[in-house]
């Protein structure tokens, strides 16, 4: 295989999958490195295409220059992705979150790679009531996960005045889809639920179901990663990308009681401290600089999303689940 132009730092996790098999799709060699902490081979195994896995840790700075080689433009998503994780080991969240960032910077710009997009997150901004969220509020993190998102912007920003080494941060809202992993608190409450339902358990929501959250399908965050590959007004910006559009809990179990033709009863339970209450993305700024404007309406990716994680429950299959990624992934 030539040498790959682009690598993926997190390619066998959720949101990396679905970058990784874009490029592909599009005929670009992809490079992934991940250490299979919570990414699984099963992601890997159904990319097609030139595909190049190095299974390794992005707290090596050695491991992260071996897969930098001949790399033109890096995703960074590899991250401990878990809120809760940060609160209980910050130690190695940081390790993971930060140092492993600025590895990839020190390897890109050493390597010479024209451009770095990192996976930051709307954790960022904390809980102060203002909506909806735009990128000159004063960040206010409330978690040791959303200091590191915080500090490895602010890491990037630095290499690119240092050293003009291109790099975009986005800050993803509520990320969903297919291959989320249902496990994971912060892989979000859609595929939580999504789970509970294919195993015909009641969801659990904690407070009154009236939180909102921006819940933007992961084929547009795609889209929005690739656009920040390569807009020229990108570069040194950390940009909000979401949906747009503000969600309450019920809502959307009202919308999945839809698509899966019954009623969704919820079991209620007491709001858990440090639960944001609305959040909402302006997405102002990546429409001017990306050309970004979400495309999947929350209720097709909804569908897409159960006819892939609950095939026996009579909204589709795993193929149709497929089809419906194909569709999507730019
Ligand atoms: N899912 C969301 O809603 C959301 C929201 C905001 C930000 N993010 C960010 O997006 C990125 C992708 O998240 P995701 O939801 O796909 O999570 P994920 O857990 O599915 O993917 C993370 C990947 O990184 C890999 N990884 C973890 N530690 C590593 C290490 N030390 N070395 C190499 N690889 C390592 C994991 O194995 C996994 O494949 C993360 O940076 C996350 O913080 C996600």
């Known amino acids: 295989m030539t040498n790959p132009r682009y690598l993926v730092t997190g390619g066998a996790g959720f949101i990396g999958s679905h970058i990784a098999q874009a490029l592909l799709a599009q005929g670009e060699g992809v490079r992934i490195l991940d250490d299979l902490s919570t990414g699984k081979a099963a992601n890997l195994a159904i990319l097609e295409g030139p595909l190049d896995f190095a299974r390794g840790d992005v707290r090596d700075l050695e491991t992260v220059r071996q897969a930098m080689r001949h790399i033109e433009v890096v995703f960074h998503e590899a991250a401990i992705a878990s809120v809760q994780q940060s609160v209980a080991d910050p130690v190695e969240t940081l390790a993971v979150n930060l140092i ?7 390897a890109a710009r050493e390597a010479g790679v024209r451009r770095v997009v990192l996976a930051s997150s709307a954790a960022i901004y904390g809980d102060p009531p203002e909506l909806p969220k735009r990128e000159d509020m004063m960040p206010c993190p409330i978690s040791p996960y959303a200091i ?15 050293y003009g080494l291109e790099t975009v941060a986005l800050r993803y809202f509520n990320v969903f889809g297919p291959r989320q992993d249902p496990a994971s608190e912060y892989s979000g409450v859609i595929s939580r639920f999504t789970a509970a339902l294919a195993q015909g358990r009641q969801p659990i929501v904690y407070g009154d179901g009236e939180q909102t959250r921006d819940f933007v399908y992961v084929a547009d965050i795609v889209r929005a990663n690739l656009l920040a590959a390569a807009a020229p007004e990108a570069v040194g910006h950390a940009i909000n990308i979401g949906g747009g559009t503000a969600t309450s809990l019920n809502q959307m179990l009202a919308v ?12 209620y339970r007491d709001g858990r401290p440090g639960d944001i209450r609305q959040s909402m993305a302006d997405i102002t700024l990546a429409r001017r600089v990306l050309g970004y404007q979400p495309q999947v309406a929350f209720l097709d990716g909804m569908r897409h999303t159960l006819a892939a994680m609950v095939p026996d429950v009579g909204v589709g299959d795993n193929e149709s689940g497929d089809r419906a990624r194909h569709e999507h992934t730019i």
């Open 256 to 267: 999945m009681g839809g698509v899966l033709g019954t009623s969704i009863q919820p079991i």
């Open 100 to 106: 492993g960032t600025q590895h990839v910077l020190i």
């Open 148 to 162: 590191h998102k915080l500090a490895g912007e602010q890491l990037a920003r630095v290499f690119t005045r240092l």
